[in-house]
Every structure is written in C-alpha cells, then in structure tokens.
C-alpha cells in the first residue's frame, strides 16, 4: 500500500494568512494526487484533483503543486470558512488512501 | 442537483450485519464507478470499496474483504454494502462517493453519510 504523510498535522493561523500543507507518499504517485476539506459532521470536499487541477466552485485562494511523491497545498489568503482539516489522498492505486490530516485552526 | 443520500446505518452487535444503502439523483448513475468510504470518530476518512459502472468489477481495502460486498442496481440508482462479521473497529459514518468521469478515480460526489456503530 502507499502511505501518504502530511506535515504539519496541526497549525495555528490568522484571517488573510499564506497556509502552506505538505504531503508525501511513500511511492511515487504520479499525478494522481487530490486534496479534500473535512468540516465536522460533514462530507469531504474534493478541493484540488491530478495535483493541481482546481474542482468546479472551489475559490481560487486554493492551488496545489507538486509532481512524484511530494505535494503542496496552498491557502493564498486565509478566510474564516477555511479553518477545517484538510487531507491529501493518492488515486494511483487501490488502496486509494488519505493522509492523517492537517488540521488548520484560528490563531 | 446531484445528490447521494445513505440509508441503513444503525447500532449492531459484534458479528452482525447491516445493509447500506445509497440513492443516486440527477446524474446518469450506470456511467459512474461508485466507492463506499468511511470515516471513524476522530480519525481521517478511509476507502472501504470500488465498483464498476456496470458491477463487473469491485475492489476492497484489506480489512474489510470477505465480510463487506458492494453491489449496485442501475435500474434503480442505488448502491448498496453488505456488512457481515461487523466489528468494534467498523464503528464509522460511512459515506457512497461518485468517482468523476473527467478524472481517473477522483471522488467528486459524496453523500451526508450514514452512521454505523458496532457495539455490544
């Protein structure tokens, strides 16, 4: 199975800050790699698929970067609807799994 | 608008079984592979199950083969998980997630989920 590890599992940040989430596999996973946003007691939300692709209605504060085995997600300008857990997750193969999580919270 | 909605989900005993399901609305549901994923309390989501647009295909993360079966009606939109030998460790809401036709195995869609606790 290839396992997906994000840093930092947690961060602290304000309104309009740059926030940067790294993820990496374990092998490469070409460019299927995609980012979900977890809010409580709701449903992932695809964010960013195929790295950098950015998924219909996602505003353009979010962009991904990276190629192989390590990832970026970026939050150009923090709003206050962004403070959530964010997960990256590899589509190359099954077991299609997620990161641990990085959970962004307000400073 | 497309819409998933879980039904199903409930308290059972170690060793039980429960019976999910998931309505498709809105969309051509027999073009769309369709996957199960769960998540537990206070950890991340987690892919459970995979099945092709017409059924012939299906695929399960190791800790739930041979005790999970996913199944689909395209006459009837639905997506279903059968859950037999249920354990303490399957405790989860479990989510149905259309993957997108436009991008290889990408989860665009998802349901509210349903909430299944394994308990005695």
């Known amino acids: 199975d290839i396992q997906m590890t994000q840093s930092p599992s947690s961060l602290s940040a304000s309104v309009g800050d740059r926030v940067t989430i790294t993820c990496r596999a374990s092998q490469s996973v070409s460019s299927y790699l995609n980012w979900y946003q977890v809010k409580p007691g709701k449903a992932p939300n695809l964010l960013i698929y195929a790295v950098s692709s950015l998924q219909s209605g996602v505003p353009s504060r979010f962009s991904g970067s990276g190629s192989g085995t390590d990832f970026t997600l970026t939050i150009s300008s923090l709003q206050p609807e962004d403070f959530a857990i964010y997960y990256c997750q590899q589509s190359y193969s099954t077991p299609r799994m997620f990161g641990q999580g990085t959970k962004v919270e307000i400073k | 608008e497309v819409l998933l909605v879980e039904s199903g989900g409930g308290l059972v005993q170690p060793g039980g079984s429960l019976r999910l399901s998931c309505a498709a609305s809105?969309?051509?549901?027999?073009?769309?592979?369709m996957n199960w994923v769960r998540q537990a309390p206070g950890k991340g989501p987690e892919w459970v199950a995979s099945?092709?647009?017409?059924?012939?295909?299906?695929y399960y993360v190791d800790s739930v083969k041979g005790r999970f079966t996913i199944s689909r009606d395209n006459a009837e939109n639905s997506l279903y998980l059968q859950m037999d030998s249920l354990r303490a460790e399957d405790t989860a809401v479990y989510y149905c997630?259309?993957?997108?036709?436009?991008?290889?195995?990408?989860?665009?869609?998802w349901g509210q989920g349903t909430t299944v606790t394994v308990s005695s």
């Open positions: 099945i092709k647009r017409d059924g012939s295909e299906k």
């Open positions: 809105a969309f051509t549901f027999s073009n769309f592979w």
């Open positions: 997630a259309r993957d997108s036709v436009t991008a290889a195995r990408v989860m665009d869609v």
